[in-house]
């Protein structure tokens, strides 16, 4: 066993590309739960994603664009289960995991070609001077935009729910739908703009492991981190910044425990493959012991008939 | 009156799919004007007071504020026309505070700060104590009626309509109410109150227009008309009053020793050594503040939540350990106040829930084997009993309205020859003459030997039919007094007065 094998500086930079997808697909999946929305679909959703933007960026050659790709992917997804809970009331259960499953089988006709092919490579954000920041300045200023995207995004959403009216009218939606109703808010579409933007961030998700992390397209790549983000979602109590600590403490441990196999440490491989999982869903257990309440209206169909 | 009316309704019609709601509906309401909304279930005040804030739209018929066309598409725009709506069923977000709940039924909510010192302004303008910061969730009825007030008043209403704004409140948080209203009603807006209780009606209203199957049937000036007159003009029938038979009580059949038990509910409110004997033929009203230990009562009673030893005896025999079916067959049955979900599963047909509480009692179980015929014809009995208003014993609970289906509930104990029985709220939003017959199948039963516990925040309801009369506070009930001769007064302070009223003088 050789500990000193492992880099700190690019342990630190790896696991905040390992915790990204997970932030864009769980960060999604929030905004849609606060509007009473659930969404199994989130893995399928992000796989469309993934072969959305790996193959979008293969043909144009710019991964700035796959993402976009993926993002429309991603959406377009989650239309279908907008329309298939907003519209026709079907079970969001069922409707979330059909959307999984869909996903993951239409994900794989639409790769055939691109398996082994090589994708462009996003380049690094040129920070200048501060790239030469000792430490700092390659665990924090060496990265795509993507990422840094990621970061914003958990703090604008925070800001939303927290600070803007539109933040309050999601959350009312979630919390009642029959009172916001009443006050005449329109429910279906405020659930279906929500849905399309957790189907828009999961495939950025998935296109960020398939273009930034891997980068390569495999079948079914996207490998549980969209069931995880449903987890982190829920025991992250439904908190943008929980939810980012939760994300980076499994992307940490999944980085961890992949340095520690490569340094060849006596434990078993799989109890090292299970600990993020385990260890992670520990922490968010304890954090989430104040029962901060799930959206009230969360899985419940609205319809308009009163 | 000679000036614009503010609002003036000609000939508004809407028809549903078997049913017209409304059929040729006219009045006006001048400024400064209380007016009332009177009819039954179903009469179709809902749908009025829909299409004048713009939740529905009438298929035909014209409406004018001000003198000037007034067709509201939806809530916004009556909104921003000047009309405020106070729900029966309160719209509000229980996780969000009191100034978010504002903020969300106002069109151009200021920012957070600046509006609640508005809240804090207005409500202490027209004595309704608030505190913004609050979460919903943790307030009392009236103090969650408060907050919907506040939020109509803030968008400077000119007109207001309330939606049974009472049925919640305390005696004296009624008259706080009534104070606000008068108030009101002196700068200018009218308000239009749609309420079951005509005594209220009375006091407060200056005219009346009475609805029957959504048709006008009347007007009238309800300071110069009897409740009773009114409530005949409501029904179009003479009203039969419960009638019951002076008599002494028999022996004690139920018994509780300082029953003590932990609220199921994180919410809920746990009950405190309640001690308290009920005789065969007496009813026992129980009044109070809901959620002041009602549903956990209840619970406690029916078996849903056990209890420890000696608490609840029944005929000298321990029934606190028994489970709900056990003490079924004994025979102590009860009745709860939620009708869909908790005292009828929703999506289930009247026979299925007829057969789900009678299996027991009416011998609808045999081996193991469900015995549908007989559960039929046991749900057709009280259909039949009970007037319930239903195509048949097919149709799921939920089809059926909220009073129709109150009354199965009720029949569905009733008929099931208790020899105890408990009910929360038995005549909760049923009508005049549905509930006079309710109430009338409850002193019946007494009159038969029967115990019975009737629970409910309708104090009129209990005068009427209690024998003694106990208040919940806080999970304790006081001792019980004998109804008759009781005043509003002294019920109120067993009630434990006002929540919250102290600095609300006018």
Same mark, same amino acid.
């Given at each position: 066993?050789?500990?000193?094998?492992?880099?700190?500086?690019?342990?630190?930079?790896?696991?905040?590309?390992?915790?990204?997808?997970?932030?864009?697909?769980?960060?999604?999946?929030?905004?849609?739960?606060?509007?009473?929305?659930?969404?199994?679909?989130?893995?399928?959703?992000?796989?469309?994603?993934?072969?959305?933007?790996?193959?979008?960026?293969?043909?144009?050659?710019?991964?700035?664009?796959?993402?976009?790709?993926?993002?429309?992917?991603?959406?377009?997804?989650?239309?279908?289960?907008?329309?298939?809970?907003?519209?026709?009331?079907?079970?969001?259960?069922?409707?979330? !995991?059909?959307?999984? %499953? &869909? /996903?993951?089988?239409?994900?794989?006709? @639409?790769?055939?070609?691109?398996? #082994? +092919?090589?994708? *462009?490579?996003?380049?690094?954000?040129?920070?200048?001077?501060?790239?030469?920041?000792?430490?700092?300045?390659?665990?924090?200023?060496?990265?795509?935009?993507?990422?840094?995207?990621?970061?914003?995004?958990?703090?604008?959403?925070?800001?939303?729910?927290?600070?803007?009216?539109?933040?309050?009218?999601?959350?009312?939606?979630?919390?009642?739908?029959?009172?916001?109703?009443?006050?005449?808010?329109?429910?279906?579409?405020?659930?279906?703009?929500?849905?399309?933007?957790?189907?828009?961030?999961?495939?950025?998700?998935?296109?960020?492991?398939?273009?930034?992390?891997?980068?390569?397209?495999?079948?079914?790549?996207?490998?549980?981190?969209?069931?995880?983000?449903?987890?982190?979602?829920?025991?992250?109590?439904?908190?943008?910044?929980?939810?980012? !600590?939760?994300?980076? %403490? &499994? /992307?940490?441990?999944?980085?961890?425990? @992949?340095?520690?196999?490569?340094? #060849? +440490?006596?434990? *078993?491989?799989?109890?090292?493959?299970?600990?993020?999982?385990?260890?992670?869903?520990?922490?968010?257990?304890?954090?989430?012991?104040?029962?901060?309440?799930?959206?009230?209206?969360?899985?419940?169909?609205?319809?308009?008939?009163? | 009156?000679?000036?614009?009316?503010?609002?003036?309704?000609?000939?508004?019609?809407?028809?549903?799919?078997?049913?017209?709601?409304?059929?040729?509906?006219?009045?006006?309401?001048?400024?400064?004007?209380?007016?009332?909304?009177?009819?039954?279930?179903?009469?179709?005040?809902?749908?009025?007071?829909?299409?004048?804030?713009?939740?529905?739209?009438?298929?035909?018929?014209?409406?004018?504020?001000?003198?000037?066309?007034?067709?509201?598409?939806?809530?916004?725009?009556?909104?921003?026309?000047?009309?405020?709506?106070?729900?029966?069923?309160?719209?509000?977000?229980?996780?969000?505070?009191?100034?978010?709940?504002?903020?969300?039924?106002?069109?151009?909510?200021?920012?957070?700060?600046?509006?609640?010192?508005?809240?804090?302004?207005?409500?202490?303008?027209?004595?309704?104590?608030?505190?913004?910061?609050?979460?919903?969730?943790?307030?009392?009825?009236?103090?969650?009626?408060?907050?919907?007030?506040?939020?109509?008043?803030?968008?400077?209403?000119?007109?207001?309509?309330?939606?049974?704004?009472?049925?919640?409140?305390?005696?004296?948080?009624?008259?706080?109410?009534?104070?606000?209203?008068?108030?009101?009603?002196?700068?200018?807006?009218?308000?239009?109150?749609?309420?079951?209780?005509?005594?209220?009606?009375?006091?407060?209203?200056?005219?009346?227009?009475?609805?029957?199957?959504?048709?006008?049937?009347?007007?009238?000036?309800?300071?110069?008309?009897?409740?009773?007159?009114?409530?005949?003009?409501?029904?179009?029938?003479?009203?039969?009053?419960?009638?019951?038979?002076?008599?002494?009580?028999?022996?004690?059949?139920?018994?509780?020793?300082?029953?003590?038990?932990?609220?199921?509910?994180?919410?809920?409110?746990?009950?405190?050594?309640?001690?308290?004997?009920?005789?065969?033929?007496?009813?026992?009203?129980?009044?109070?503040?809901?959620?002041?230990?009602?549903?956990?009562?209840?619970?406690?009673?029916?078996?849903?939540?056990?209890?420890?030893?000696?608490?609840?005896?029944?005929?000298?025999?321990?029934?606190?350990?028994?489970?709900?079916?056990?003490?079924?067959?004994?025979?102590?049955?009860?009745?709860?106040?939620?009708?869909?979900?908790?005292?009828?599963?929703?999506?289930?047909?009247?026979?299925?829930?007829?057969?789900?509480?009678?299996?027991?009692?009416?011998?609808?179980?045999?081996?193991?084997?469900?015995?549908?015929?007989?559960?039929?014809?046991?749900?057709?009995?009280?259909?039949?009993?009970?007037?319930?208003?239903?195509?048949?014993?097919?149709?799921?609970?939920?089809?059926?309205?909220?009073?129709?289906?109150?009354?199965?509930?009720?029949?569905?104990?009733?008929?099931?020859?208790?020899?105890?029985?408990?009910?929360?709220?038995?005549?909760?939003?049923?009508?005049?003459?549905?509930?006079?017959?309710?109430?009338?199948?409850?002193?019946?039963?007494?009159?038969?030997?029967?115990?019975?516990?009737?629970?409910?925040?309708?104090?009129?309801?209990?005068?009427?039919?209690?024998?003694?009369?106990?208040?919940?506070?806080?999970?304790?009930?006081?001792?019980?007094?004998?109804?008759?001769?009781?005043?509003?007064?002294?019920?109120?302070?067993?009630?434990?007065?006002?929540?919250?009223?102290?600095?609300?003088?006018?």
């Amino acid at each position: 066993m050789d500990l000193s094998a492992i880099n700190p500086l690019l342990f630190v930079a790896g696991f905040l590309v390992a915790a990204t997808p997970l932030i864009f697909a769980a960060l999604g999946e929030l905004v849609v739960e606060k509007s009473g929305v659930l969404n199994l679909g989130v893995e399928g959703m992000m796989i469309i994603g993934a072969i959305c933007g790996f193959a979008t960026a293969v043909e144009t050659g710019s991964p700035l664009l796959g993402f976009a790709a993926a993002a429309v992917g991603g959406a377009a997804l989650s239309l279908l289960f907008a329309f298939l809970t907003q519209i026709t009331l079907a079970n969001q259960v069922a409707s979330g !995991l059909a959307l999984t %499953l &869909f /996903g993951l089988g239409f994900s794989a006709l @639409l790769g055939q070609s691109y398996v #082994g +092919v090589k994708p *462009p490579r996003l380049a690094e954000v040129n920070f200048g001077p501060l790239h030469d920041i000792p430490v700092l300045g390659p665990i924090l200023f060496s990265h795509d935009i993507i990422l840094y995207l990621g970061f914003a995004m958990v703090v604008a959403v925070w800001a939303m729910l927290k600070f803007t009216r539109a933040g309050l009218i999601l959350r009312a939606v979630g919390e009642s739908h029959d009172a916001a109703h009443a006050l005449g808010y329109k429910v279906v579409r405020i659930r279906t703009l929500a849905i399309m933007f957790g189907g828009a961030c999961a495939g950025l998700g998935g296109a960020y492991i398939s273009l930034i992390r891997v980068p390569q397209w495999t079948e079914g790549m996207t490998a549980g981190v969209g069931w995880i983000a449903l987890a982190l979602v829920v025991f992250a109590s439904w908190k943008p910044w929980r939810l980012l !600590l939760g994300a980076y %403490l &499994f /992307g940490g441990i999944t980085q961890l425990q @992949l340095n520690l196999q490569g340094a #060849g +440490v006596a434990i *078993p491989v799989e109890y090292l493959a299970m600990s993020p999982y385990i260890i992670t869903i520990l922490v968010l257990v304890v954090l989430s012991a104040d029962k901060s309440a799930a959206p009230a209206s969360l899985g419940r169909n609205f319809h308009a008939s009163s | 009156m000679t000036q614009t009316p503010i609002l003036a309704l000609r000939g508004l019609t809407k028809a549903y799919p078997g049913v017209v709601a409304n059929d040729d509906v006219s009045l006006t309401i001048a400024p400064g004007e209380v007016h009332a909304l009177l009819g039954e279930n179903g009469a179709g005040k809902s749908t009025l007071v829909k299409m004048i804030y713009g939740l529905v739209k009438p298929d035909s018929g014209t409406m004018h504020m001000h003198g000037a066309a007034f067709a509201p598409q939806e809530p916004r725009s009556a909104r921003a026309a000047g009309v405020g709506m106070v729900f029966q069923h309160f719209s509000l977000f229980d996780a969000l505070s009191v100034a978010e709940n504002i903020a969300l039924g106002m069109e151009n909510a200021p920012k957070l700060g600046a509006l609640s010192r508005k809240i804090t302004e207005v409500s202490e303008a027209y004595g309704l104590p608030l505190s913004p910061d609050r979460i919903v969730g943790d307030l009392s009825a009236g103090e969650r009626q408060r907050v919907e007030i506040i939020r109509c008043l803030l968008q400077d209403p000119k007109l207001l309509i309330m939606d049974e704004p009472t049925s919640v409140l305390t005696p004296q948080e009624v008259e706080i109410l009534f104070k606000t209203l008068r108030k009101l009603s002196a700068e200018g807006t009218a308000i239009l109150y749609i309420s079951h209780k005509l005594e209220e009606i009375r006091s407060l209203c200056d005219s009346a227009t009475i609805l029957r199957l959504g048709k006008v049937v009347g007007h009238c000036t309800p300071s110069e008309t009897s409740a009773r007159d009114m409530a005949e003009m409501m029904v179009g029938s003479t009203l039969k009053t419960p009638m019951r038979a002076g008599k002494t009580p028999g022996a004690v059949l139920l018994d509780l020793q300082r029953l003590s038990a932990k609220s199921p509910s994180a919410f809920g409110m746990p009950l405190r050594e309640i001690t308290v004997q009920v005789r065969a033929g007496e009813v026992l009203g129980i009044g109070g503040v809901a959620g002041n230990g009602q549903d956990e009562l209840l619970a406690a009673l029916s078996g849903e939540q056990l209890s420890g030893a000696g608490m609840i005896r029944f005929k000298d025999r321990d029934v606190g350990q028994l489970g709900p079916t056990a003490r079924r067959g004994l025979g102590i049955l009860t009745a709860p106040e939620e009708r869909l979900g908790h005292a009828a599963a929703p999506d289930m047909t009247l026979t299925e829930n007829a057969m789900l509480t009678g299996a027991v009692r009416e011998n609808l179980v045999r081996g193991g084997m469900l015995n549908w015929p007989a559960a039929r014809r046991f749900a057709e009995r009280i259909i039949n009993d009970f007037d319930v208003r239903t195509p048949g014993p097919g149709n799921a609970a939920r089809a059926l309205s909220g009073g129709n289906l109150q009354k199965f509930v009720i029949g569905r104990e009733v008929l099931q020859r208790p020899e105890v029985l408990v009910v929360n709220q038995p005549t909760w939003g049923v009508d005049a003459s549905a509930a006079a017959s309710i109430r009338q199948a409850l002193l019946d039963l007494a009159e038969g030997g029967a115990a019975l516990i009737v629970i409910s925040q309708d104090l009129d309801e209990l005068m009427e039919i209690s024998d003694r009369f106990a208040a919940l506070n806080e999970g304790r009930l006081s001792e019980p007094r004998p109804a008759q001769g009781l005043t509003v007064d002294e019920i109120g302070l067993m009630m434990g007065g006002a929540h919250g009223m102290e600095v609300a003088h006018v």
